[in-house]
């Protein structure tokens, strides 16, 4: 089974990131060219090339409008949600969907907090062959295979030895677009029916105007199209407008949601960046209601 194209993308735009100068880039992420194969592995190879690599975001862009500011804003916003919750006393943080994430590697923030990676086993399976190559350590990690929309969740979960009666944080990112309506609201109910109190979601997802036609944004014909050729076509979206009560309806009380260009106005302008992200991609944080 060949890895997922749009995780590894995403692991070339944070390669692309790590690339720039210290003091403009969001992030550094070392280990993301470890994920990364085949021309993508070339690509990220030549971004590290000193002027090669501080023109090729620009480039990328002029290809794909959208997706790189959006892909590196929201893994700077995630991470500080991650900081601020771990500060604020949660230790245990489950990743929904993990792919190719590298947090719990390269946060210090998760160096003493227990992860728990959900995600498919043939990507779990080719993310530990890649970790190890790197020299990374995957002992700290908790790799559980789940399918969201064929395998049980919740048991999964048990068995990994997820603690109930402490908060958790859940991070889903990149991975609700993909799924169906279904499945989204299976998933948010075991979250919820698992969650103690104080646990919280932090999630994206894409402006459900995208897929049904109400709503306009530039880059959404080019972007939708080029998940699709790779056949991994978007196939969920919400309405930010109806969100709040979308997930109050599903035991979750809405904290706050943005829109990563919102979010690139406000990271990459203090570092001199004319980057732009998308209207059309979103990040949201809730609370957990338990049952």
């Given at each position: 089974m060949r890895p997922s194209f749009t995780a590894q993308t995403m692991a070339l735009q944070r390669a692309m990131e790590t690339a720039l100068p210290?003091?403009?880039?969001?992030?550094?992420?070392?280990?993301?060219?470890?994920?990364?194969?085949?021309?993508?592995?070339?690509?990220?190879?030549?971004?590290?090339?000193?002027?090669?690599?501080?023109?090729?975001?620009?480039?990328y862009d002029l290809i794909w409008p959208g997706p790189r500011p959006s892909a590196v804003v929201r893994t700077r916003v995630i991470d500080d949600a991650i900081d601020t919750a771990v500060a604020d006393g949660i230790d245990q943080v489950v990743i929904l969907g993990a792919g190719f994430d590298s947090r719990a590697w390269r946060l210090d923030a998760l160096r003493h907090t227990r992860v728990i990676e959900i995600d498919?086993?043939?990507?779990?399976?080719?993310?530990?062959?890649?970790?190890?190559?790197?020299?990374?350590?995957?002992?700290?990690?908790?790799f559980v295979p789940v399918d969201f929309e064929r395998d049980d969740l919740e048991s999964a979960l048990r068995t990994a030895e997820f603690e109930t009666t402490?908060?958790?944080?859940?991070?889903?990112?990149?991975?609700?677009?993909?799924?169906?309506?279904?499945?989204?609201?299976?998933?948010?109910d075991i979250v919820r029916r698992l969650s103690a109190p104080g646990s919280m979601l932090v999630?994206?997802?894409?402006?459900?105007?995208?897929?049904?036609?109400?709503?306009?944004?530039?880059?959404?014909?080019?972007?939708?199209?080029?998940?699709?050729?790779?056949?991994?076509?978007?196939?969920?979206?919400?309405?930010?407008?109806?969100?709040?009560?979308?997930?109050?309806?599903?035991?979750?009380?809405?904290?706050?949601?943005?829109?990563?260009?919102?979010?690139?106005?406000?990271?990459?302008?203090?570092?001199?960046?004319a980057d732009r992200a998308s209207e059309l991609y979103r990040i949201a944080a809730a609370r957990i209601c338990p049952s």
């Open positions: 210290e003091r403009s880039r969001l992030f550094s992420d070392p280990l993301a060219t470890a994920f990364l194969s085949g021309p993508l592995r070339g690509a990220a190879a030549l971004v590290r090339m000193p002027l090669l690599g501080r023109t090729a975001p620009r480039l498919r086993r043939e990507t779990q399976e080719m993310k530990v062959a890649a970790l190890r190559r790197a020299h990374a350590t995957v002992d700290s990690v908790r402490k908060p958790a944080l859940f991070l889903w990112e990149g991975v609700t677009n993909y799924l169906t309506a279904e499945a989204v609201d299976h998933t948010l999630f994206t997802f894409v402006h459900a105007g995208v897929l049904d036609g109400t709503a306009d944004f530039p880059e959404a014909e080019r972007w939708v199209r080029s998940v699709a050729k790779v056949g991994e076509p978007w196939t969920f979206g919400l309405n930010p407008a109806e969100l709040h009560d979308y997930l109050a309806e599903r035991g979750f009380d809405l904290l706050w949601e943005e829109s990563t260009a919102a979010a690139g106005r406000r990271y990459f302008a203090p570092s001199g960046r």
